[in-house]
């Protein structure tokens, strides 16, 4: 596992000088209010060749034992090099399918198209995948004396199962701060299940995320919102496993759906390290899709990345990103400009027929999946992505989360949606000629 040539801690995102130890509870540089990021020593990375860490990284990634068997812990030492094996809390998170969508591909005119399916995952969705870093931190801060009595987050649903599924495991109390009514029952069921104390708020997504982080001021209460820089470290790994699936060939683009945009920031972080460490030659460029009902990036992104105007996030499909003040805008623009990188919004209609396109192909995708692709057909079709380019879109949750949502979409009863790919049972009576004319086409 770790060794201790390998070091991370905290530096200040904005560059001001601050750093802090990664056993240190604080989430924002005390000097200029910015966001910390976990730093690593890239020399002493830099130390073992390229060629190496591709063998180490192939080689981990057949264990069939924790924690080698988890896709982020197998990437150790580029993660939370000094946290001690014994305290790693795993669920067995990454190691995720690349599907192939050679159907969309086509007739979208792109070279390939694959889809990182995050949402086959112990809680199912991408929040696994930095969940597992921050509660072993926590496990291991807790271990030597730091006085953390639970661990808190503000969730529209993946986050709190997530959060809750680990601290489980790991035997930590957690507390989830859930806007009220605005979650689906089978995501809300999750973090129940899992001994969560569950706050069901009379605000939205935005209210909740005041509140916990007003909450989490009492060093007691440890914060797991994005905002904790652990998270992404867990998450970049999303990026450095799409480049190890590829044979380390990066796409020439990546699309991820965006809400309070952890995520893009992560992904970012991933490509820029392998960048730096010599495993790929080029970076791809980001795409970030966002809900046209909560579109706050999107707008920015249409003033030349002008500074954040927080917006009141409408209702929409997409709920997991129904964001409008994302607390990781300024990581995500700064990652966005070092990437070329390109916004996209999507209408309900838009984001439902893309995931119901995609399922066509044997997924089942999430709406805020269906955010991404609906994205890329757009950028596709104004010549933003280019015909023939090779594309990878980041599939966040699974659709099995998201039951009313797939049976509205058959149904036709989604609100504001226009079913293009509706695929409702066909009801017969029991005789074989009735069969048998509803199968003479086939």
Sequence with gaps: MGTPA???????????????????????????EGLLEVAHDVEALRSVAAEEWKRRFEQRFGASRLPYASGVW??????????????????????????????????????????KECGV??????????????????KHMRARGVPIRAVACASTGDTSAALAAYCAAAGIPS?????????????????????????????????????????????????ANSMNSLRIEGQKVVAIELCQDLGWEPPDWVVIPGGNLGNASALGKGFELMHALGMISKRPRIAVGQAQRANPLMRSFRGGFAELVPVKAEKTLASAIQIGAPV????????????????????????????????????????????????????????????????????????????????GYHRK???????????????????????????SDL
């Design 74 to 115: 197998g990437k150790h030492e580029w993660v939370y090099p000094q946290l001690p094996a014994e305290d790693i809390v795993s669920l067995g998170e990454g190691r995720v399918p690349l599907k192939a969508l050679p159907r969309m591909a086509a007739e979208l005119g792109l070279a390939s198209l694959d889809l």
């Design 6 to 32: 390998f070091h991370a801690e905290y530096a200040c995102s904005e560059g001001c000088g601050f750093r802090a130890s990664l056993l240190e509870v604080v989430y924002r540089c005390p000097k200029c």
């Design 328 to 407: 990781s805008f300024r990581r995500a623009v700064k990652m966005l400009k070092a990437f070329d990188g390109v916004v996209e919004e999507a209408t309900e209609s838009e984001l439902a027929n893309a995931a119901a396109r995609a399922d066509r192909e044997g997924t089942f995708a999430c709406p805020h999946t269906g955010v991404a692709l609906a994205a890329l057909e757009k950028l596709v079709a104004q010549g933003v992505i280019a015909r023939g380019a090779r594309v990878a879109v980041v599939s966040t949750a699974h659709g099995l989360k998201f039951p009313d949502f797939k049976v």
């Design 413 to 439: 009863s989604l609100e504001d949606v226009t079913s293009r790919y509706a695929n409702p049972p066909v009801d017969l009576p029991a005789n074989l000629d009735a069969v048998r004319a509803a199968l």
């Design 121 to 138: 995952s112990p809680t199912g969705s991408f929040k696994d995948w930095g969940m597992t870093v921050l509660v072993s931190a926590v």
């Design 175 to 223: 507390v989830v701060f859930l806007p009220k009514d605005k979650v689906s029952l089978s995501q809300l069921v999750q973090p129940v299940a899992n001994g969560a104390r569950v706050l069901s708020l009379d605000t939205d997504f935005d209210g909740c995320m005041k509140l916990v982080q007003q909450v989490t001021k009492d060093s007691g209460l440890y914060l």
